[in-house]
């Protein structure tokens, strides 16, 4: 199996939600991989957050209409509060989200190529994000035809007529290619699989499911629950790395659920290029493997009170109930909470109520 090439994926795109979505990515590395994705991420402005040493040079392809953002930015837009943006970690991605001052975000890894559909096309996977956010979710009922609003679907029989309007979808969550998204054992144990199933499906994943979110193909409605997008503390002095995405996932699904919120998961893929070490990834995991063993059925059993009427609300409760039941796991759980409370006042204080301002600059 092999990427798009950029010829098959220069077919014209008409940009949807051009002046409503940016694009953010994480990199420690020249973002040559943008010229594959040229034809269908030009259009759009690109929020490109550096990790690790602040004094290198990212080299960004001509063209583009992009913003970065390094270590030393982070500090000096937060102050103290960018203590809660991870380092030496892609949760450094949250950044973007909170400086974006637009309505869509879309993330995705730099490894990751343009994948091609079973007929050989290639696929614009921001333009079926763009798809999968502004039709509804069903997370109350099962369609067993999937999602009903993509051409060529419709509710099933049975399906209660009362519930067919559906609730707003806050989260796509994209798929990949190629490269699997396995943790550190299983990629130790199957080295060489590839994920070559194309399964043409979107699916409403149901209210009081949980889902392992991963952030190198995801697209979110930031006004609906961009407070939520929080990646955690990983990476760098921190006891755990490459659970960023799936917490920030684990929070969301709890918070939509409550606030009556989608979330869908299926098309797109994307190709993942490249795989990681095992072996550095096991080390960042390990306490993770053994601890989401209790993190889960944290999630699965929480309760948000009648009165978080708003993501930072509910945000601000759960970090609470972190603090009180997983920080009997371990301190760093203390500390996240913590973390959780300060990425909430950052969040607030760069995105005042009302207010229209430009991207990262507070007050």
Request: with cysteine; net charge negative.
């Amino acid at each position: 199996m092999e990427p798009a090439t950029a010829t098959q994926a220069a077919a014209p795109a008409v940009p949807q939600l051009k002046d409503e979505l940016d694009i953010v990515i994480p990199t420690i590395r020249n973002l040559d991989f943008l010229e594959m994705w040229r034809p269908f991420f030009q259009p759009y402005h690109l929020i490109i957050v550096q990790d690790g040493d602040p004094s290198k040079t990212i080299k960004v392809p001509e063209g583009f209409d992009y913003e970065l953002y390094n270590r030393n930015d982070i500090n000096k837009i937060l102050g103290p509060k960018a203590s809660c943006i991870s380092f030496k970690d892609s949760a450094c991605r949250c950044f973007g989200y909170m400086v974006s001052k637009k309505k869509y975000i879309f993330t995705i890894d730099d490894d990751c190529f343009v994948a091609k559909d079973p007929s050989g096309k290639a696929i614009n996977a921001l333009e079926q994000h763009i798809k999968n956010l502004l039709s509804p979710s069903t997370p109350f009922f099962f369609n067993t035809l999937y999602d009903p609003f993509r051409d060529g679907a419709d509710f099933v029989r049975g399906y209660p007529f009362s519930l067919r309007e559906g609730v707003p979808t806050a989260v796509s969550h994209g798929l990949w290619l190629n490269i699997p998204d396995y943790d550190a054992p299983t990629q130790l144990v199957k080295p060489l699989e590839r994920n070559t199933r194309y399964v043409d499906a979107v699916l409403s994943i149901p209210k009081g499911t949980l889902f392992p979110m991963c952030g190198m193909n995801l697209a979110f409605d930031r006004e609906l629950i961009g407070p939520a997008m929080y990646f955690g503390l990983m990476g760098d002095g921190q006891p755990i790395g490459r659970y960023d995405d799936m917490w920030a996932g684990w929070c969301v699904k709890v918070i939509c659920d409550h606030l009556g919120l989608g979330v869908k998961t299926g098309l797109p893929y994307i190709y993942h290029s490249k795989a990681s070490n095992p072996f550095v990834n096991l080390r960042k995991e390990y306490k993770g493997i053994f601890w989401q063993e209790e993190i889960i059925p944290f999630f699965q059993q929480a309760v948000l009170p009648k009165d978080c009427t708003t993501v930072q609300k509910c945000y601000v409760e759960l970090s609470k109930q972190v603090k009180d039941k997983l920080g009997k796991i371990d301190p760093y759980f203390d500390k996240l909470a913590d973390a959780m409370v300060t990425w909430i006042d950052a969040w607030d204080e760069l995105n005042p109520s009302g207010a229209s301002l430009p991207n990262g600059k507070a007050k």
